[in-house]
């Protein structure tokens, strides 16, 4: 009964036409979103996907201010340094310039401020006259609710729909209504404060006469409610304004924080700070970072783990949520639906309409290769950095299961690689992190077939068991640690014989179904040096490739190089440059001690950061050459913010710095620090560890770093390895 829209049977999103507005304004709280134009505005129009999202379904899909029946004039608007509030000036154009009732432009200043709270959006107008004589005016904002299904906005296409429910009018309410095919009653709440002159199904009029220098105040709250779902607390503009602040100040507070000598620096590193705070949802297991806006607000296993990973020696707290969720939603049977197995951790998890019904597999979708393996490095990496053995303790049998997983279920075949193939036509067809229909590929640009082995998710599968035997020896199975090392130390060998391609100097992309090497030089392998995987010789030949002309474009390193047959700058996945993806590159290279490298790729980034909107790094940008005195071309629907990007500038930081911590002892390791270029000093405060909190100052100099301890309060160490 459905029309699924794919490209080559793979989900992906629809760029039917362009953004009406690349500068677009974002807000999320919880598991509620909201994309606004630049005036505060939603309008169904380019690629239509503003609107107010609660749970995956659009509540609000229009919503515009009008003045005397027109769009006001754009004078400014802004998000708040802590994304907690968005605020829009307008002005009324020349209004009846040829009657009775002329209001010359500029006349009136209509300031809009927007924020997000408890499942719902609370907005304070201002209008202020200042002109020299009264002015009478209605003041308009018309309203439409298509209660669509966030894969509908993204391009899927249905062939039934449920039921728009009759609106209900009250003096100062509008409640529009939806009952979907899965009997869920979905409904939008718009309540106003003063009531309307006059309200409608679609629009509510405001009549003003204002008197010079006098203003008028309306509060608009649109309310986001599904059946089934606690009702939110009914609040007003103030109170849910000072909530919020409160809130994100809170999170904001409970990290470590960085200040340097570069301004534009500072900017970034407050904006991504900020995204991740926004991203983070709190639910029962503990805080997890939504992957991003609009398209993945929603748990995903790959990022949340990859985010935690970036941000842990930041905020280590992310890194426990994201461990306790992914360990409570663990696969523990057979569902081929979903690619679920015993032990397999979740790739995504959906709750909008389309997901109940199962007309797209998300409600619960395990088809991703390397979270299981990545949820295991990721409890050996919490663990280095906080200590924490019981938490652990509690995640042990998961640990176990996933490697379980790994092992039974991930090699297929049993050749001591792990791989992956669908098990039905509606899940994706890759399950790497590069998931395009497209993204593994032959020289000659023929697709790779399944089952499909992944270059760097066997370097993820080696890091996990390395990790995982740490983990044993300390819980007390001395034989189970001896078997993961053994077991890791034989698929180093044998990744290295069988991936390594010397016709193209660098690891092969994959190994395709029949065992042969999609010999494309890729992004890829420099995963493998993230993991620990590649020989130092290897490691060597990929660092120099990857930071080639063929490579770096000079804002970054792409995805694949120019030089190869399906390279496009514009791809998803086949020559753009992903953010997240250079940060973990740039770790990989400093772990082998191409720091000089990873400074690069470092300071690439660091000026593409310079031509974002609101210093805010996207999931991806084009991957075209640097040219002088134009900035990085944009991905049309790129997600902003994404989770993932907004961390890699702690990743990167720290890979410079070779920072490290044993909290055993207690210590803060710098092994050979580095600063890049643009930054002089960097000052890091309330770094803890262990029940201690340091404050340092590091300084740059020509060949090293000098680190001052400003403050320490508890019991732990500064260890610089020269």
């Given at each position: 009964?459905?029309?699924?829209?794919?490209?080559?049977?793979?989900?992906?999103?629809?760029?039917?036409?362009?953004p009406?507005?690349?500068r677009?304004r974002v807000?999320?709280?919880n598991?509620?979103?909201?994309?606004?134009?630049?005036?505060?505005?939603?309008?169904?129009?380019?690629?239509?996907?503003?609107?107010?999202?609660?749970?995956?379904?659009?509540?609000?899909?229009?919503?515009?201010?009008l003045?005397?029946?027109?769009?006001p004039?754009?004078?400014?608007?802004?998000?708040?340094?802590?994304?907690?509030?968005?605020?829009?000036?307008?002005m009324?154009?020349d209004?009846?310039?040829?009657?009775?009732?002329?209001?010359?432009s500029?006349?009136?200043h209509?300031?809009?401020?927007?924020?997000?709270?408890?499942n719902?959006?609370?907005?304070?107008?201002?209008?202020?006259?200042?002109?020299?004589q009264?002015?009478?005016?209605?003041?308009?904002m018309?309203?439409?609710?298509?209660?669509?299904?966030?894969?509908?906005?993204?391009?899927?296409?249905?062939?039934?729909?449920?039921?728009?429910?009759?609106?209900?009018?009250?003096?100062?309410?509008?409640?529009?209504?939806?009952?979907?095919?899965?009997?869920?009653?979905?409904?939008?709440?718009i309540?106003?404060?003063?009531?309307?002159?006059?309200?409608?199904?679609?629009?509510?009029?405001?009549?003003?006469?204002?008197?010079?220098?006098?203003?008028?105040?309306?509060?608009?709250?649109?309310?986001?409610e599904?059946?089934?779902?606690a009702a939110?607390?009914?609040t007003?503009?103030?109170?849910?304004?000072?909530?919020?602040?409160?809130?994100?100040?809170?999170?904001?507070?409970?990290?470590?924080?960085?200040?340097?000598?570069d301004?534009?620096?500072?900017?970034?590193i407050?904006?991504?700070?900020?995204?991740?705070?926004?991203?983070?949802?709190?639910?029962?297991?503990?805080?997890?970072?939504?992957?991003g806006?609009?398209?993945?607000?929603?748990?995903?296993?790959?990022?949340?783990?990859?985010?935690?990973?970036?941000?842990?020696?930041?905020?280590?707290?992310?890194?426990?949520?994201?461990?306790?969720?992914?360990?409570?939603?663990?696969?523990?049977?057979?569902?081929?639906?979903?690619?679920?197995?015993?032990?397999k951790?979740?790739?995504?998890?959906?709750?909008?309409?389309l997901?109940?019904?199962?007309?797209?597999?998300?409600?619960?979708?395990?088809?991703?290769?390397?979270?299981?393996?990545?949820?295991?490095?990721?409890?050996?990496?919490?663990y280095?950095?906080?200590?924490?053995?019981?938490f652990?303790?509690?995640?042990?049998?998961n640990?176990?299961?996933?490697?379980?997983?790994?092992?039974?279920?991930?090699?297929?075949?049993?050749?001591?690689?792990?791989e992956?193939?669908?098990?039905?036509?509606?899940?994706?067809?890759?399950?790497?992190?590069?998931?395009?229909?497209?993204?593994?590929?032959?020289?000659?640009?023929?697709?790779?077939?399944?089952?499909?082995?992944?270059?760097?998710?066997?370097?993820?599968?080696?890091?996990?068991?390395?990790?995982?035997?740490?983990?044993?020896?300390?819980?007390?199975?001395?034989?189970?640690?001896?078997?993961?090392?053994?077991?890791?130390?034989?698929?180093?060998?044998?990744?290295?014989?069988?991936?390594?391609?010397?016709?193209?100097?660098?690891?092969?992309?994959?190994?395709?179904?029949?065992?042969?090497?999609?010999?494309?030089?890729?992004?890829?392998?420099g995963?493998?040096?993230?993991?620990?995987?590649?020989?130092?010789?290897?490691?060597?030949?990929?660092a120099?490739?990857?930071?080639?002309?063929?490579?770096?474009?000079?804002?970054?390193?792409?995805?694949?190089?120019?030089?190869?047959?399906?390279?496009?700058?514009?791809?998803?996945?086949?020559?753009?440059?992903?953010?997240?993806?250079?940060?973990?590159?740039a770790?990989g290279?400093?772990?082998?001690?191409?720091?000089?490298?990873?400074?690069?790729?470092?300071?690439?980034?660091?000026?593409?950061?310079?031509?974002?909107d609101?210093r805010?790094?996207?999931?991806?940008?084009?991957?075209?050459?640097?040219?002088?005195?134009?900035?990085?071309?944009?991905?049309?629907?790129?997600?902003s913010?994404?989770a993932?990007?907004a961390?890699?500038?702690?990743?990167?930081?720290?890979?410079?710095?070779?920072l490290?911590?044993?909290?055993?002892?207690?210590?803060?390791?710098?092994?050979?620090?580095?600063?890049?270029?643009f930054?002089?000093?960097?000052?890091?405060?309330?770094?803890?560890?262990?029940?201690?909190?340091?404050?340092?100052?590091l300084?740059?100099?020509?060949?090293?770093?000098?680190?001052?301890?400003?403050?320490?309060?508890?019991?732990?160490?500064?260890?610089?390895?020269?």
């Amino acid at each position: 009964m459905v029309e699924k829209i794919r490209l080559g049977e793979q989900w992906y999103i629809l760029a039917t036409s362009s953004p009406a507005d690349e500068r677009k304004r974002v807000l999320k709280h919880n598991d509620t979103f909201a994309l606004f134009d630049r005036f505060g505005d939603i309008q169904p129009i380019g690629l239509a996907e503003e609107g107010i999202y609660h749970g995956d379904t659009r509540f609000l899909s229009q919503q515009e201010l009008l003045i005397e029946g027109v769009r006001p004039m754009f004078l400014n608007s802004t998000v708040k340094d802590d994304n907690g509030l968005l605020t829009a000036e307008l002005m009324n154009p020349d209004l009846h310039p040829e009657g009775r009732n002329h209001i010359p432009s500029g006349t009136l200043h209509i300031f809009r401020g927007k924020l997000l709270s408890n499942n719902a959006c609370y907005e304070h107008i201002r209008i202020v006259n200042y002109g020299l004589q009264s002015v009478e005016a209605t003041l308009s904002m018309e309203f439409g609710s298509d209660y669509a299904d966030i894969f509908e906005v993204r391009g899927f296409k249905r062939l039934r729909r449920g039921n728009s429910l009759p609106p209900q009018l009250a003096a100062r309410e509008l409640v529009l209504g939806y009952r979907g095919l899965d009997q869920a009653v979905r409904k939008t709440r718009i309540t106003f404060d003063p009531a309307p002159s006059k309200l409608s199904s679609g629009r509510a009029d405001f009549k003003l006469n204002l008197p010079p220098k006098d203003e008028a105040h309306i509060y608009v709250t649109v309310g986001c409610e599904k059946e089934g779902e606690a009702a939110a607390e009914k609040t007003d503009y103030f109170s849910a304004f000072t909530h919020v602040n409160t809130t994100f100040g809170r999170r904001l507070e409970n990290r470590c924080k960085i200040v340097t000598s570069d301004t534009h620096f500072n900017t970034w590193i407050a904006r991504s700070t900020a995204d991740l705070v926004m991203l983070t949802t709190t639910l029962p297991e503990g805080p997890y970072p939504y992957a991003g806006l609009p398209w993945y607000s929603t748990t995903f296993g790959r990022d949340g783990i990859l985010t935690a990973y970036q941000c842990l020696w930041i905020d280590p707290s992310l890194a426990r949520g994201v461990l306790a969720f992914l360990a409570a939603t663990q696969a523990t049977g057979h569902d081929p639906a979903r690619d679920a197995e015993p032990g397999k951790i979740l790739h995504e998890a959906r709750r909008g309409e389309l997901a109940a019904l199962d007309e797209i597999p998300f409600r619960c979708y395990y088809g991703t290769v390397d979270a299981s393996p990545l949820f295991v490095s990721l409890a050996g990496a919490y663990y280095e950095r906080t200590g924490d053995l019981e938490f652990i303790s509690g995640i042990w049998d998961n640990i176990r299961n996933a490697l379980h997983w790994i092992d039974r279920y991930g090699d297929r075949d049993g050749d001591g690689f792990v791989e992956y193939a669908r098990y039905s036509d509606t899940g994706l067809t890759h399950q790497g992190w590069k998931d395009s229909h497209d993204s593994v590929f032959h020289r000659d640009g023929r697709l790779a077939e399944a089952p499909i082995a992944l270059c760097e998710v066997q370097g993820y599968v080696y890091q996990a068991k390395l990790q995982a035997a740490r983990l044993a020896r300390l819980l007390g199975e001395p034989r189970l640690a001896q078997e993961l090392t053994d077991a890791a130390h034989v698929l180093k060998t044998r990744f290295n014989a069988k991936f390594w391609c010397e016709e193209i100097g660098t690891y092969a992309l994959a190994l395709d179904g029949e065992k042969k090497q999609c010999a494309v030089p890729s992004s890829n392998a420099g995963h493998a040096l993230w993991s620990g995987i590649a020989t130092p010789e290897h490691a060597a030949q990929v660092a120099n490739q990857l930071l080639s002309d063929n490579f770096f474009c000079g804002w970054g390193i792409r995805t694949i190089p120019c030089s190869e047959v399906r390279y496009n700058p514009m791809a998803y996945h086949n020559g753009s440059v992903w953010p997240h993806d250079n940060a973990i590159i740039a770790d990989g290279m400093a772990r082998y001690g191409f720091t000089d490298q990873a400074m690069t790729i470092f300071s690439g980034l660091s000026d593409a950061i310079l031509y974002m909107d609101q210093r805010r790094m996207p999931e991806l940008f084009c991957g075209f050459s640097k040219r002088p005195d134009e900035g990085p071309t944009m991905y049309p629907v790129a997600c902003s913010p994404q989770a993932w990007a907004a961390a890699s500038v702690f990743y990167m930081l720290q890979a410079c710095l070779g920072l490290s911590f044993d909290p055993d002892k207690p210590e803060i390791r710098f092994r050979h620090p580095r600063l890049p270029p643009f930054l002089d000093k960097v000052e890091i405060r309330d770094l803890s560890i262990n029940g201690a909190t340091i404050d340092l100052l590091l300084q740059r100099y020509p060949h090293n770093v000098g680190i001052n301890i400003m403050r320490k309060e508890g019991k732990a160490e500064v260890v610089t390895i020269a």
